[in-house]
């Protein structure tokens, strides 16, 4: 099963990832795989390109963050280690940093205080954990990043959207409107409007001006 797809910059590869681990880049002109790779050892529910196509960012329910060599197919650095189960990557516009979001597996929980639902901002070179944006009370489900890295926005299963300040790592704003899983969001190419998808049926757009709903 294929749990998520990316379309490359340039529009000519998709890239996917699936159930078993792999993430696999494709040729759009022939519909054929072109590349196959193995390191998640279980599925992988999230996937990102770079800005140059150059990279490509995964994120599975190993837990581990991945960053992939488009050229050759291997990883960049050691995974990265979020500490649950990941649904959500993403690369910051200026390629210095990437976020995770995810959720714990409920017969996971250690009881050690550590908040699986908090998003992390990780050192794109080094691999660093730089950030723990911590607001959300359950699952992070998706990420955005406004055009000019200023803010993040997040969704989760809280029913919630919050925006955070990537200058302070603080919450700006709290966007109510949905009553179930935010499941998608997407920003506009200005950076000025927010389209959110739900399980409860319902697309809503929102001002990010001033953080108010639209329509």
């Not at 550590?114 to 607001?135: F, H, M, P, Q, R």
Request: glycine share 10%.
């Amino acid at each position: 099963r294929v749990w998520t797809i990316a379309l490359s910059p340039d529009r000519k590869k998709v890239v996917s990832g699936s159930d078993d681990g792999g993430v696999r880049l494709w040729d759009i002109d022939t519909g054929k795989v072109i590349g196959r790779w193995m390191g998640h050892t279980d599925a992988v529910l999230s996937v990102y390109w770079s800005r140059d196509g150059q990279r490509v960012l995964s994120g599975s329910l190993d837990g581990t963050a991945r960053q992939w060599d488009v050229e050759n197919g291997e990883t960049i650095l050691a995974p990265i280690k979020a500490g649950h189960y990941l649904l959500a990557v993403i690369y910051s516009p200026d390629m210095s940093l990437f976020a995770t979001g995810g959720g714990e597996r409920p017969w996971d929980y250690t009881g050690t205080g550590d908040n699986k639902s908090a998003i992390k901002i990780w050192n794109v070179k080094t691999g660093e954990l730089i950030a723990t944006l911590e607001g959300h009370t359950d699952w992070v489900q998706c990420l955005a990043w406004t055009p000019d890295g200023k803010t993040l926005i997040s969704g989760s299963h809280d029913f919630s959207i919050r925006t955070w300040n990537t200058s302070t790592w603080k919450q700006i704003a709290l966007l109510e409107g949905h009553d179930h899983v935010v499941y998608s969001i997407a920003i506009s190419p200005n950076g000025r409007i927010l389209a959110s998808a739900s399980w409860d049926y319902t697309a809503q757009l929102w001002n990010l001006d001033d953080n108010q709903l639209i329509s």
